[in-house]
């Protein structure tokens, strides 16, 4: 029962270098988004997805990518790291619902030194 | 927009005891859903209690209870009968019926002392 799950754990990343960082869920959820956390400030909505093919900017969009080619995969793309971007993300997946829960993965440490 | 509000960066609770721990919430919307998260020091985001805009009673989970007046505004999570194990990072969060976006607060971190 793997839930939501992320890779990497932990990644640096040099300015300028780009990557894309994987989540999957295998509860059929229809709804997943990206959300990054920074000390002092909570999680901030990057991008979410109401579905396959259907995506949609959060808060704090700028300088990251998403697709949505199957309901399982929400995988998002940092273009060209910058020391800003160094935060903990978390992808999250629900059931649309007024009162499901959202599932969490276990997050991504990333570091842009 | 919505807003969470957490007053309490950081709180010390004696073992055993009750904490409760605050969330107040901005919108101009009737129709919402209010969520606490636990994040321990491993990382991972544990879902706690759910509390709709239209429920009557107050949530209850176990040791979690949740503390809903609406009027205010608020909706205080409480832990009965604390444990080293609650030791962590609390979130409140808030969602929109028909819309999945969470918005979190900054959270409380809750250290339990034996």
């Known amino acids: 029962n793997a839930g939501v799950t992320q890779t990497p754990k932990f990644q640096v990343l040099k300015t300028g270098q780009s990557m894309t960082l994987q989540c999957a869920q295998d509860?059929?959820?229809?709804?997943m988004s990206w959300y990054r956390q920074d000390p002092g400030m909570g999680l901030r909505l990057i991008h979410y997805s109401v579905g396959a093919g259907i995506t949609d900017q959060g808060e704090v969009p700028n300088g990251y990518n998403v697709s949505r080619s199957t309901t399982e995969d929400f995988p998002l793309r940092l273009l060209s790291a910058a020391p800003s971007q160094t935060s903990v993300y978390f992808c999250?997946?629900?059931?649309?619902?007024?009162?499901?829960?959202?599932?969490f993965g276990q997050g991504t440490r990333l570091t842009v030194v | 927009a919505q807003k969470i509000t957490q007053t309490q960066p950081g709180m010390f609770v004696q073992e055993k005891e009750a904490v409760t721990l605050d969330c107040t919430y901005d919108?101009?919307?009737?129709?919402?859903?209010l969520f606490w998260y636990k994040q321990p020091s491993s990382g991972e985001m544990i879902f706690l209690i759910y509390?709709?805009?239209?429920?009557?009673q107050n949530a209850t989970e176990g040791r979690y209870s949740l503390n809903f007046q609406k009027a205010r505004k608020s909706a205080n999570l409480v832990i009965s009968a604390s444990q080293l194990g609650d030791s962590a990072m609390y979130f409140c969060?808030?969602?929109?019926?028909?819309?999945?976006?969470?918005?979190f607060g900054t959270g409380t971190r809750l250290t339990i002392i034996p």
């Open positions: 509390q709709g805009s239209y429920d009557e």
């Open positions: 969060a808030m969602r929109l019926f028909g819309n999945e976006k969470l918005t």
């Open positions: 509860m059929n959820h229809e709804y």
């Open positions: 919108t101009s919307d009737q129709s919402y859903g």
């Open positions: 999250a997946s629900s059931y649309f619902g007024e009162n499901t829960e959202a599932f």
